[in-house]
């Protein structure tokens, strides 16, 4: 479940304990960073939102990030090797021009780049990562 709305996030994560929840926010703020630890709910942030400062503040709490509005080779490589976010959610980047990532993210999420290889291999449009699950759309 992602929404914008903190008490949508907020019903669905005490009525739904066992399903992920992101909250969508233009820019992560230490307000919205406490309100997502308190609430045991890792952040979706614009692109314009997140920097590496933000990222260590999350893991810090014990959170990941995911990123979106990653619309460029240039910030898909800022976000996945740089930043070291966990999800990316894009409009039109296509996985068979993307290069690889060929380091592990800041994230240690150790099996992405198999992950990156095999969505570039069947040409999917997309990736979500669970675990080591991941869908097309």
């Given at each position: 479940y992602i929404s914008f709305q903190a008490g949508s996030v907020e019903y669905i994560r005490?009525?739904?304990?066992?399903?992920?929840?992101?909250y969508l926010m233009n820019e992560l703020t230490d307000q919205k960073l406490q309100w997502c630890k308190n609430h045991t709910v890792?952040?979706?942030?614009?692109?314009g939102g997140l920097d590496l400062a933000g990222m260590k503040a999350?893991?810090?709490?014990?959170?990941?990030?995911?990123?979106?509005?990653?619309?460029?080779?240039?910030n898909y490589l800022k976000f996945a090797r740089d930043?070291?976010?966990?999800?990316m959610t894009c409009d039109y980047l296509y996985p068979d021009e993307m290069p690889e990532v060929d380091y592990p993210w800041i994230g240690n999420i150790p099996v992405i780049n198999k992950l990156l290889k095999k969505v570039k291999m069947q040409r999917l449009n997309?990736?979500?990562y669970?675990?080591?699950?991941f869908d097309h759309y």
């Open positions: 005490k009525n739904y304990p066992d399903y992920k929840v992101q890792n952040p979706s942030v614009n692109i999350l893991k810090e709490a014990g959170l990941d990030a995911a990123v979106w509005c990653v619309n460029s080779e240039a930043i070291g976010v966990y999800m997309g990736l979500a669970d675990g080591v699950e």
